[in-house]
């Protein structure tokens, strides 16, 4: 599955985050899921637990990765 999401500020639109999840089956035996973040040429990957899946860790990881990599939002 692969989401792509941007905003528009001042009418232009900036990509801030196209992320993809991706389970193999080792990940789906130890109940993990891998999420790829990507920005522009900026990527990361972060291994989470599923009890501690929520959207709320999911906004969190996204808004980090946004922070660490010192992407300009217009």
Do not use: H, W
């Not at 990940?27 to 501690?52: C, F, P, R, Y």
């Amino acid at each position: 599955m692969s989401t792509q999401s941007s905003t528009s500020n001042n009418g232009s639109m900036a990509n801030i985050a196209n992320s993809s999840s991706n389970t193999n089956l080792s990940n789906s035996q130890t109940g993990e899921i891998t999420i790829q973040m990507q920005a522009g040429l900026a990527k990361d990957t972060v291994l989470l637990n599923l009890a501690e899946l929520t959207l709320r860790t999911l906004k969190d990881y996204a808004c980090n990765f946004i922070d660490k990599k010192n992407i300009p939002i217009e």
